[in-house]
């Protein structure tokens, strides 16, 4: 197969380093495009980032020039890694050139025509994209994966809907490495939890009800768990952790529950696509995991790691899930949306 030229939009930062990384030996794209702010636009990679990944810096992106993120010379598909403040507007000029954006912001998440996917759940809702033409004016198309701790969440949650979910309560654990860099100051994180991260709880309990709902016409309808989430910034580099608790409408055996995540396959399993983890949910007996640093990185990083089930004398049962931040929860999960959409014809 010839490969497929892409670009990465916000190519210098961390999300668009971990997209560099990622892409390096992928068997379909090849980096063919580098955008970023004018401050990089012109320089050699190597020379516009510092590179801060322990994977090797690919020598054909080290040498390629940096250009001003905006349509022109960028392939028809892109992946953006751009910052929220900024993602709007450029992905939209990206859009009504005709390209595919391929988005971790959040800024065309909630949109009714714009897919919110994580491939393994709401594989259908890509048929969303044929709206979008006609309700937003774009030549091209913008799809967008969840927030980093969304992710770990909703794939927790999805192979539960069959016993009826009802309402769940997450607290989540999340690494620095999710606030970018240099990220949160050390004299704030050193020997601390910091209680608030802004807007993530929202997102948190916005998103996981469009991605775990069921595509209507021509638009998602919400699932309609009741969901309330606190989010906390951790000392840990990689990998967020989720302690949730749920009440089902059913009241199945632990054992049901174990059952349902282990066997827990999607669209991305059936296609043998490249970055899909082989089982996508994997469930750990051991009591003292997850755990980051020895779960994060599980399938490549593209695994969720689910331990801890018990009896929650609130809800029905509680449980800890773990995913990696920038991976799965960014770009991993933005590469595999493209792959999706590549194996369904849509590229």
Known sequence: ???????????????????????????????????????????????????????????????????????????????????????????????????????????????????????????????????????QGWKGRIITNPNCSTVVIAMALAPLRQFGIEKTMVTTLQAISGAGYPG?????????????????????????????GSLGQGRIEDHPVRLSATTTRVLVRDGHSCSMSVALQQKPTPEALIDAWRSFRGRPQELDLPSAPKQPIAYLEEAN??????????????????????????????????????IRGAAGAAILNAELMHAEGLL
């Open 1 to 135: 197969m010839a490969s497929i030229p892409v670009g990465i939009l916000g190519a210098t930062g961390m999300v668009g380093q971990q997209f560099i990384a990622l892409l390096a030996d992928h068997p379909w794209f090849k980096v063919a495009y580098l955008g970023a702010s004018e401050r990089s636009a012109g320089k050699a990679f190597k020379d516009a980032a510092a590179w801060r990944l322990p994977n090797r810096l690919p020598d054909d992106v080290a040498n390629r020039v940096v250009e001003n993120a905006a349509p022109g010379t960028a392939p028809k598909l892109v992946f953006s890694g751009l910052d929220s403040s900024v993602a709007g507007e450029i992905e939209a000029e990206f859009a009504k050139a005709g390209h595919i954006v391929v988005s971790n912001s959040r800024n065309y998440r909630m949109f009714d025509t714009v897919p919110l996917m994580i491939p393994e759940v709401n594989a259908d809702h890509l048929k969303l994209l044929d709206a979008q033409g006609h309700s």
């Open 184 to 212: 949160v100051p050390s004299w704030d994180i050193l020997g601390n939890i910091i209680p608030f991260i802004s807007g993530e709880e929202e997102k948190i309990e916005t998103e996981a009800r469009k991605i775990l």
């Open 289 to 326: 995991r997850p755990q980051p640093v020895l779960d994060a990185g599980r399938e490549g990083g593209m695994g969720v790691s689910v331990g801890r089930l018990r009896r929650c004398p609130l809800f029905d049962y509680k449980f800890m899930a773990l995913g990696h931040n920038t």
